[in-house]
């Protein structure tokens, strides 16, 4: 089946009790046991619930995995993925991070002593030197939040495992609608659910998915232990997000591609991020390992955090909030909203600075958000 199908029909079978089409919401926090643990496969929610356990298999399965795991957020995801290194491990990370990704990753260095070094992911001579020492995790994001740079997966991939390291992709701005990692290499592949996944802004979730057998049996013994599960409603509303994902991501992208070429070049923008644009550094390689460009835009205003914020003034369709991938446009002022907890000096060397804005794109009418985007340049 091609993947659209599959969205709506990959490990979701009708209900076996009932017959129902979409999977029905158990809830349920415990389960009867014929006899002490004797049991249909389920015994207490947070070791496993029926909804869930389909949106794991869809995610699993669509993600090209061995198994899907799905948590109560997407840093409950990644909560859970560093319970599998323990102090003194080393982690080589892509030095363009969502801010909360960082400030989970300082508080493993500074609390339990994980070393971690933030490289230029893009440049694989920084990644192979970066590798010349020991590490047991290599932690990507690509495209990256906020900068959008992208990594070419296969080749840092193959540096990692010849070094010996695991290979863990944020996934969410890209989706396995257009990308999946692990098919170029990746061993573990984590979500933020609340973004495109559920893609209506209604929930708060995240996933992992795991290449081997092994490493799904030892994360679903740590998703048990450590406890950050979703409910069972949030599980149904992921699945039903599922069903429309490949329109709306291509939605997503063509509301993208209008934004970014508003912006592109304009006298009173400093930068475009887009990978979907020819001057992108990383276009080709996305063109290569991509099914298309995503619904994300960044831009740096050449006027900084004035013009940015005289800018966020004038929007009209597109609403200052944090989050992204819903189908309404949002803004984000990453400086002083989600990456607010990088340090200054270190956000403004990695190109996070004062003037730069993200933008989810989300499926308007593209001609309508490219007239507000150029409606907010003309006020600066």
């Not at 046991?33 to 356990?53: D, E, I, K, L, W």
């Not at 989706?175 to 933020?192: C, K, M, N, W, Y």
Request: charged share 20%; with cysteine; proline share 4%.
């Amino acid at each position: 089946m091609r993947f659209d199908t599959r969205l709506i029909h990959e490990r979701q079978p009708a209900d076996a009790a009932t017959g129902a089409v979409n999977t029905p919401i158990y809830l349920s926090s415990t389960f009867r046991q014929r006899a002490p643990n004797r049991h249909s496969g389920f015994v207490y929610s947070r070791s496993g619930n029926p909804t869930r356990a389909v949106l794991e298999a869809a995610l699993g399965s669509l993600e090209s995995g061995n198994a899907g795991l799905a948590f109560s957020s997407g840093l409950g995801a990644l909560t859970t993925l560093l319970e599998a290194f323990p102090s003194g491990s080393r982690i080589v990370a892509v030095d363009d991070l969502y801010g909360g990704t960082w400030r989970l990753f300082e508080h493993h260095r500074r609390q339990f002593g994980v070393r971690v070094e933030y490289v230029d992911t893009t440049d694989l001579a920084a990644v192979r030197a970066a590798l010349a020492t020991p590490a047991d995790l290599v932690y990507l994001e690509s495209p990256t939040n906020p900068l959008l740079k992208v990594t070419d997966l296969k080749a840092v991939a193959r540096l990692a495992k010849a070094a010996h390291a695991t290979v863990a992709v944020d996934n969410t701005f890209a989706t396995p609608a257009l990308q999946r990692p692990i098919e170029l290499g990746a061993d573990i592949v984590l979500h933020s659910m609340t973004k495109y996944l559920g893609g209506h802004s209604d929930i708060i979730g995240g996933a992992l998915v795991l290449r081997s057998k092994e490493d799904a049996e030892r994360f679903a013994w740590l998703q048990n232990a450590v406890g950050a599960v979703p409910s069972p409603f949030d599980c149904f509303l992921v699945l039903r997000g599922l069903h429309t994902l490949g329109v709306r991501v291509r939605a997503h992208g063509e509301s993208a591609r209008a934004v970014a070429e508003v912006l592109d070049g304009h006298r009173k923008v400093r930068a475009t991020f887009y990978p979907g644009l020819a001057s992108h550094p990383q276009h080709a390689i996305a063109r290569r390992q991509m099914d298309g460009y995503g619904g994300m835009v960044s831009v740096d205003l050449a006027g900084g955090r004035r013009a940015a914020l005289a800018f966020l003034r004038r929007l009209e369709v597109f609403t200052l909030a944090e989050s992204l991938g819903g189908v309404e446009s949002l803004v984000d002022h990453p400086a002083s909203m989600t990456h607010a907890s990088v340090r200054k000096a270190e956000r403004e060397a990695h190109g996070v600075t004062d003037g730069l804005l993200r933008l989810s794109c989300g499926i308007e009418d593209p001609a309508d958000l490219a007239d507000d985007v150029r409606s907010a340049l003309g006020s600066l």
